[in-house]
């Protein structure tokens, strides 16, 4: 059985005359996070559509979750889910009733458990009967990604999920997805925080002007440039850890 969640070759997208897209090549391992860095207008959005099949490609093979993305989207479908930029919720309805409408519509087997279950897991059990317009940004993007993995899907596409978040709220998102790693989930992540793809991701891609100029690991990525010598200086605290050294102690008093 493949080890590969997704493979693309010689991906090409155009939009009338504009070129986005001029062969892409990759592969992302099942398991594991594969970060997609690009400056804006670069093409990652344009890619996400592509292999969550929104969009059609003009030329290039691409497999998904071991199916023929042309020939068989509906089969990749069935294993995938999406986060985009924008939180996909309903502020009229609670958190819980946002989660059971996402359990009727795929139609699990056990819909309450699961949601409540879903709940629990991304820390949301004692808000799940308040409106969503109660929320702050941070718990609904976590409703958010509870809505997506709900069903355990193979396959988790983030377009720039921590965008619009405070320091505190992209930590906690972090180890979300941490924890669907961990839970066997592969994910595919977009993102312009260099820091977000250092932290979480296995495979790092740099796409620029709709080609990908490099990918690896961060250690093969280190590489490419040589190591600089610095002279010792003192190190004066970053504004990040400040604002969670005084957030950790105010919780301790």
Known sequence: MSNTAISVKGLEKSFKDHEVLKGVDFEVKKGSVFALLGSNGAGKTTIIKILTTLLKTNKGEIEVCGANLRT???????????????????????????????AKLRHLPNRKEAVEDSLRRFDLLEAGDRALATYSGGMKRRLDLAMTVLGSPELVFLDEPSVGLDPEARLALWDVIRDMVKAGITVFLTTQYLEEAEQLADRIAILHEGKIIVQGTMEELKA????????????QPTLEEIFLAVTVKKGAE
Do not use: F, H, M
């Open 224 to 235: 490419i440039l040589p190591p600089k010598k610095v002279e010792y200086v003192e190190k």
């Open 72 to 102: 068989n989207p509906e089969q990749v479908r069935e294993k995938i889910s999406l986060t985009g930029q924008n939180v996909a919720v309903d502020d009229i309805l609670s958190g819980r009733e946002n989660l059971d409408l996402v």
